[in-house]
């Protein structure tokens, strides 16, 4: 099936740049064990249906499980480079080229998915607001949708720290960050990605990626959720294999597990 284009947006020329590289970079991520994950955690939380919309899908990783088990799955990203990765992986999907703030009117889906951070790389709340109503326009009357934001800790740990990994294909990973062990609530985080691709005459092209996020604290996420007209159901910790556990904590998780839906009385969207 076809990408269809919609928007762009100017944080996906890094990944455009990325995305022969991302699956090999992140091949110790467990998309099965997470598909199962989420997939409990909404159902404890209501979600009956078996459609999905999957915001900034990527590759596909994220996605292709959702197809194994039998979901009616719409995928859609800003960058046209992941998107062509995705399609090749599931050629029969509808991809939508899209930028998150501006989606279009997709469908009503009982689940929508945005996950692994993609809402981390908004600059502003105003933006967040506008992803949060863009999901609100694609979800069913009484659809959940689940996102993840990275916290507090992330920014004082990961993005603060440089490291070096090998791929089995022989390409080398440099990741350098560029934030502090003090990272402020609210703060700006960058780090840079190195590639190193090994070439035929013994040599290595490199491809560089700068990727500039955002902390957005809990209690702001709450408030931007209801101007959205939505309402959390849950809110949870992550653990290290992926598993939700509830007293989400900004400095004992890494990530922050969001679990939403249309606001009882809100409008129409």
Not at 24 to 31: H, I, M, P, V
Not at 92 to 108: C, H, N
Not at 124 to 137: G, M, N, P
Not at 228 to 252: C, F, H, K, N, Q
Request: glycine share 8%; proline share 4%; net charge negative.
């Amino acid at each position: 099936m076809p990408v269809t284009r919609v928007a762009g947006d100017d944080t996906s020329i890094q990944f455009d740049a990325f995305a022969p590289h991302y699956d090999a970079f992140t091949s110790g991520s467990d998309y099965e064990r997470w598909t199962e994950c989420v997939l409990a955690h909404a159902r404890s939380h209501g979600l009956a249906g078996q459609t999905l919309l999957d915001v900034a899908c990527g590759t596909g990783n994220s996605l292709i499980p959702f197809l194994a088990r039998g979901f009616d799955v719409v995928g859609c990203d800003s960058s046209s480079a992941m998107l062509a990765e995705a399609a090749r992986k599931a050629p029969q999907t509808q991809l939508v080229l899209a930028d998150m703030r501006e989606l279009p009117a997709l469908g009503r889906f009982d689940l929508v998915t945005c996950i692994d951070e993609p809402l981390n790389y908004l600059a502003t709340e105003s933006d967040l607001v506008a992803a949060f109503r863009s999901i609100a326009a694609n979800l069913a009357p009484d659809g959940l949708t689940v996102f993840d934001l990275n916290s507090l800790l992330t920014y004082r740990t990961t993005f603060a720290h440089d490291d070096v990994s090998e791929s089995d294909d022989g390409r080398v990973f440099a990741w350098r960050g560029e934030s502090s062990g003090d990272a402020e609530p609210g703060c700006e985080a960058r780090a840079w990605i190195d590639v190193f691709v090994p070439a035929t005459d013994g040599s290595y092209d490199r491809v560089r990626s700068r990727h500039v996020q955002r902390h957005f604290p809990r209690e702001r996420v709450v408030v931007l959720l209801a101007d959205a007209e939505l309402e959390p159901v849950a809110i949870s910790g992550v653990l290290y294999d992926g598993t939700p556990v509830a007293d989400a904590d900004e400095l004992r998780h890494l990530k922050i597990l969001y679990t939403a839906r249309r606001a009882k009385g809100g409008a129409a969207q």
